[in-house]
C-alpha cells in the first residue's frame, strides 16, 4: 500500500497539496455521499500518516520494509502478522506470531525482539599473561598456571540439584524458557518473547537446588593447568586451551583459556623476528691481524668465530641456524656478531713502546 499513490500525490508533495488531494479524494468516495466505504477508509488512512510530519518520516524511511519493495505490497502477509498504522482517532493493537521475522524486527526496532535460549549459558573465557625467558622459546616445553574460577559443582555435578532428586519443568514458561511480553511503539503495539526470569531461559528448575553450589552447578575453586608453549613462540601471540575457562551454569559448556605470551628482552641477545643478534668486542691487534674467538650462544654452549683480518667497528658476520626455530615450521633463523673494536684506556709501559713502533711505521 503506497500512500502517496492513494492519495494522487508524489513523494515531494507539501502539506497543502496532501491536504487539499485528502478533501477531495475524502468527498469523491465519502460513503455518506454513496462512495466507496473501502476506499475513503484507504483515503483517511493515507491522510492520517502523510499530515503528521513524524509519522510521514518514519513512513519514508521504513516504507520499502513495509511495502517489501512493491507497492501496495504486504511481506508480512501469510505470516501471521497483521499490519495497521495508528492514526489520532483510534490507536490499534497489533497481535501476531513472531514466526521467522525475529531478525526483521530486531533490526528494525533496534533489538525489540530476542530469543531466549534454552541452554545455560556457557562459562566466561578467561585470559591469563605468561612471561617467558628468550631462552624458553628454543625449545616447546609446559608453563603450568594455578587459576581461581568457577569451576564444576563436586556434589551436583554440575546439575545444580541435590543428588537422588529431580529436576521439574518450570511452572512460568512451561518448559519453554521463554514468557511474552507486549511491547508498545509508535507503530502500535506488539508481542516479543523474552527470557523467562523463574528458570533464566533453561525450561527446567532443580526440585531441590544443590547444598553446595546453591544450584548454580559451579563452584569457585582453584584449578592448576599445563599450557603447552610451542617452540619460537613471540611476544604478543596466544595460546588457546578449549574448555579451560570458567565453568558453565548447570553443566553448561565452559569457557575458554587464553594465553598470552610476553618474551623478555636479554642482556645479550635481540630478538628481530627469528634471528638473533649480539655484539662481541676484540682489540686492535686481532682487528688488524684476524683471530679465532670464541662466543657464548643463547643455548649456553661456545661458538668458535673466525675473526676477519682489517676487521673495523661495524663489522657483522653471521652464524647460519643459531637464531630463534621458526614457530610451527621446521629450521632456525640467523645469529648475527657485530663487532666492537676496544680501545684500551690504561697502557703498560711496554704496550707503550711498541704502539710508538708501529706508529713510527705508519700504523
Given at each position: 500500500m503506497d500512500y502517496y499513490e492513494i492519495l494522487g500525490v508524489t513523494k515531494n508533495a507539501s502539506q497543502d497539496e496532501i491536504k487539499k488531494a485528502f478533501h477531495k479524494l475524502a468527498h469523491q468516495y465519502h460513503p455518506d455521499k454513496g462512495g466507496d466505504e473501502k476506499k475513503f477508509k484507504e483515503i483517511n488512512e493515507a491522510y492520517q500518516v502523510l499530515s503528521d510530519a513524524q509519522k510521514r518520516a518514519q513512513y519514508d524511511q521504513y516504507g520499502r520494509v513495509f511495502d517489501g519493495g512493491q507497492p501496495g505490497g504486504n511481506p508480512f502477509e501469510g505470516q501471521g502478522f497483521n499490519w495497521s498504522w495508528g492514526n489520532t482517532r483510534q490507536q490499534e493493537e497489533v497481535e501476531f506470531d513472531m514466526g521467522d521475522l525475529g531478525d526483521v524486527f530486531e533490526q528494525f526496532f533496534g533489538g525489540g525482539r530476542r530469543t531466549a535460549k534454552k541452554d545455560p549459558k556457557k562459562g566466561k573465557d578467561i585470559q591469563v599473561d605468561i612471561e617467558l625467558t628468550l631462552e624458553k622459546v628454543l625449545k616447546e616445553h609446559v608453563e603450568k598456571v594455578t587459576l581461581s574460577k568457577q569451576a564444576t559443582c563436586h556434589r551436583c555435578q554440575g546439575t545444580g540439584a541435590e543428588p537422588n532428586t529431580k529436576i521439574k519443568e518450570c511452572f512460568s514458561c512451561r518448559g519453554t524458557g521463554q514468557v511474552q511480553q507486549v511491547q508498545k511503539t509508535v507503530f502500535g503495539s506488539y508481542t516479543t518473547l523474552a527470557t523467562c526470569p523463574e528458570c533464566k531461559g533453561e525450561g527446567t528448575i532443580p526440585e531441590k537446588p544443590c547444598n553446595?553450589?546453591?544450584?548454580?552447578?559451579?563452584?569457585?575453586?582453584?584449578?592448576?593447568?599445563?599450557?603447552?608453549?610451542?617452540?619460537?613462540?613471540?611476544?604478543?601471540?596466544?595460546?588457546?586451551?578449549?574448555?579451560?575457562?570458567?565453568?558453565?551454569?548447570?553443566?553448561?559448556?565452559?569457557?575458554?583459556?587464553?594465553?598470552?605470551?610476553?618474551?623478555?628482552?636479554?642482556?645479550?641477545?635481540?630478538?628481530?623476528?627469528?634471528?638473533?643478534?649480539?655484539?662481541?668486542?676484540?682489540?686492535?691487534?686481532?682487528?688488524?691481524?684476524?683471530?679465532?674467538?670464541?662466543?657464548?650462544?643463547?643455548?649456553?654452549?661456545?661458538?668458535?668465530?673466525?675473526v676477519p683480518q682489517g676487521t673495523e667497528t661495524g663489522k657483522v658476520l653471521r652464524i647460519s641456524g643459531k637464531g630463534i626455530p621458526h614457530f610451527g615450521g621446521y629450521g632456525r633463523g640467523n645469529m648475527y656478531v657485530e663487532f666492537k673494536v676496544k680501545t684500551p684506556k690504561k697502557l703498560s709501559r711496554k704496550q707503550k713502546e711498541l704502539l710508538d713502533q708501529l706508529k713510527k711505521e705508519g700504523l
Open positions: 553446595v553450589c546453591k544450584g548454580e552447578g559451579r563452584t569457585k575453586g582453584q584449578e592448576t593447568i599445563e599450557i603447552h608453549i610451542p617452540a619460537g613462540i613471540d611476544t604478543n601471540q596466544v595460546i588457546r586451551v578449549d574448555g579451560k575457562g570458567e565453568a558453565g551454569k548447570k553443566g553448561a559448556k565452559a569457557g575458554n583459556l587464553f594465553a598470552r605470551i610476553f618474551v623478555k628482552k636479554h642482556p645479550a641477545f635481540e630478538r628481530r623476528g627469528d634471528d638473533l643478534f649480539s655484539q662481541t668486542e676484540i682489540n686492535f691487534s686481532q682487528a688488524a691481524l684476524g683471530d679465532e674467538i670464541e662466543i657464548k650462544s643463547l643455548e649456553g654452549t661456545n661458538i668458535l668465530l673466525q
